[in-house]
């Protein structure tokens, strides 16, 4: 259980042009999913918390114009990257929290992560 | 301010040569610390949530323990398939989100 997908893997795009990511929990509904940036040789950083329903909250120094966060529903949140430049280029991993609200459990799964290349 | 911090940076094991990794964290409250497996180019896999003092949980080959200050990932004879990198993360009170650390980037060697 607890499985959370991610689409597409791997996604190569031009200069300039918009990218979507999709995140889904499979098994399970997650009010909260997270959205992490990752860079070679390093740990996770948080980008922003997606809740449903509502707006997402982005961690300082990111900009939420260029990174759309939506959360239609308990068990999808996409990113997307508009205007890509080559410095965005990176590794995006989502997370979908499995307790919500004052839930004792607060594990977080994750996706399998998008490479997101732009030339 | 909280903070967590995982040691070493980087260990090279032979097979079956047993050891720990090292996560110390400073938080206003903790609501639990969870440990994570990534392997390069994949999302981070779940391996345990522990939530109080004196906590311990196993699986397999890996065993992780907390104390008031860290929490240690001891693996026993591991094999090579247990290279990885393992990331220690720490939900706080008043805090919606995960703070995590640098990670551990184990080699074990056959």
């Known amino acids: 259980g607890a499985v959370v997908s991610q689409h597409p893997s791997r996604v190569i795009c031009k200069s300039g042009t918009s990218v979507k990511i999709e995140c889904r929990s499979l098994d399970f509904q997650a009010t909260t999913m997270f959205w992490y940036r990752q860079f070679p040789k390093k740990s996770l950083m948080l980008m922003a918390t997606s809740n449903e329903g509502s707006k997402a909250t982005y961690e300082q120094g990111v900009e939420k114009d260029k990174f759309l966060i939506n959360h239609a529903s308990l068990t999808l949140s996409t990113l997307t990257v508009t205007s890509a430049h080559p410095e965005d280029s990176s590794f995006y991993i989502c997370s979908a929290r499995l307790g919500g609200g004052l839930s004792s459990y607060n594990e977080q799964f994750f996706g399998p992560g998008t490479r997101l290349t732009v030339l | 301010e909280d903070q967590v911090t995982q040691s070493p940076e980087a260990l090279r094991l032979q097979e079956g040569e047993s050891s720990s990794l090292n996560c110390s964290y400073t938080v206003s409250g903790l609501r639990g610390l969870f440990w994570y497996r990534q392997d ?44 990885a990198t393992y990331l220690c993360a720490v939900h706080f009170v008043g805090g919606g989100k995960l703070i995590f650390g640098q990670g551990t980037e184990l080699s074990v060697k056959p």
């Open chain 2, 40 to 83: 390069p180019g994949k999302g981070p896999e779940f391996l345990f949530t522990l939530y109080s003092a004196g906590e311990e949980k196993e699986k397999e080959r890996l065993k992780a323990t907390l104390t008031k200050k860290e929490s240690f990932l001891h693996i026993t004879a591991p094999k090579p398939e247990d290279s």
